[in-house]
């Protein structure tokens, strides 16, 4: 058993002296009873991770003069014609330094278009992969047929490489959590998106100990949202490297099973790998949801990954949905191989801006599975 501090997991006690948490207000973990329970009331988590067509990244996506409700009202249309009840979607801290109010505000206006729709959202707060250097206004435009050419991280590499300046993330993630902390319309909190990504990408841009230093940030995280006292699950998924056992994962994988309310992961990869993610991670006790799938030339097609995840129960969000401006229609090489017209199988989405599938087999599948016709 895990050292424990007043009842709490070490690792979580230890964050809240650092961050000077406040341990008396600060909701516990859940235990996996409660985690169960609340996963038994919901229906099964299907969807996608989602960003209208118009936006390259999050400040697009939210920015006052670039935000479109118009096309995210159409766009999730199409998600909940498809039987998708949820979508994960990633906000920015920048954004809330810049306009906290009017950024809760389109917030607020997003969660009723996609209820208008019966979708919840899980929220992903920080991400750790692509730019390292993100800049707020307005943005430089998509470097055609590269996949993700223009997402950013959140913090930043300079804030991240700075733990005296970890704490300027908390007013972000525990007002942010704290506003929206008994909203049913939010699903879940996924805190940090790949942490401890190395970014292949932008890898001369990284800083050196970033490993460290976002497995450091990630255990304020925890701390923060859970002194919001919310409603909803809190959890950072797990994403690359070995899972045969506890020990065997990286400090950010272990901190994250050991913090999340519910155990999340992505995959990529082939059914059989799927599969024995998804039963090395049954040891956890705790309802499983893989918040990154799909990637067709990688072999991590809807069919039959998808039915595996209903099987099981596991939810499913895919990457993607609309072709647009985050171009991921485009594999991961196209960053070291140019591409000069769209590939002839589309890495990921499922929809043309003008709503037509890419595969009308593949959408007929998923509402198949989901009981639309």
């Known amino acids: 058993t895990r050292p424990s501090f007043h009842g709490r997991p070490w690792a979580l006690a230890i964050v809240m002296v650092i961050s000077g948490s406040n341990e008396s207000t600060a909701r516990e973990r859940w ?6 329970e609340w996963y038994a009331k919901q229906a099964w988590p299907i969807g996608c991770n989602f960003a209208p067509s118009t936006a390259s990244n999050q400040f697009e996506m939210w920015q006052a003069d670039s935000f479109d409700p118009e ?19 990633f906000l920015h801290d920048q954004l809330w330094d810049q306009d906290r109010d009017g950024f809760l505000q389109r917030i ?6 996609v209820e208008k729709h019966g979708i919840k959202t899980m929220f992903v707060p920080l991400d750790g992969v692509w730019d390292p250097h993100p800049k707020l206004g307005r943005q430089p435009g998509a470097v055609p047929h590269r996949h993700n050419s223009r997402w950013a991280q959140a913090p930043g590499a300079t804030l991240l490489a700075d733990p005296a300046r970890h704490a300027e993330l908390r007013p972000y993630i525990h007002g942010l959590v704290h506003h929206f902390r008994d ?13 401890d990504n190395p970014n292949p990408a932008y890898k001369k841009d990284e800083i050196p100990n970033k ?7 990630l255990g304020h995280l925890f701390a923060w949202a859970r002194e919001a006292e919310p409603d909803q699950p809190l959890t950072v998924g797990v994403w690359s490297g070995t899972w045969k056992s506890h020990a065997s994962m990286s400090p950010a994988a272990r901190l994250s099973v050991e913090q999340s309310d519910v155990v999340s992961f992505h995959s990529y990869d082939r059914p059989r790998i799927v599969r024995q993610r998804v039963e090395q991670l049954r040891r956890y006790g ?16 809807f069919d039959p990954v998808l039915a595996y995840f209903k099987e099981q129960k596991v939810g499913a969000y895919c990457w993607g949905f609309v072709a647009g401006r985050s171009q991921t229609i485009y594999p991961w090489d196209s960053w070291v191989k140019k591409y000069t017209a769209e590939p002839p199988v589309w890495f990921h989405d499922i929809f043309r801006p ?3 599938p890419y595969d009308p087999a593949e959408t007929a599948y998923i509402k198949q599975l989901t009981g639309k016709r």
């Open 183 to 195: 909203d049913d319309r939010v699903l879940a909190w996924d805190l940090f998106n790949e942490p």
């Open 71 to 89: 096309t995210i009202d159409r766009e999730l249309g199409w998600a909940a014609d498809l039987g998708f009840n949820t979508v994960r979607v």
């Open 354 to 356: 003008n709503g037509a």
């Open 108 to 113: 607020d206006r997003f969660l009723a278009i």
């Open 286 to 301: 705790r309802p499983i949801l893989c918040t990154e799938f799909m990637a067709r030339t990688n072999g991590s097609r």
């Open 31 to 36: 235990s996996e009873a409660e985690a169960t």
């Open 211 to 217: 490993p460290q230093m976002a497995t450091r940030l």
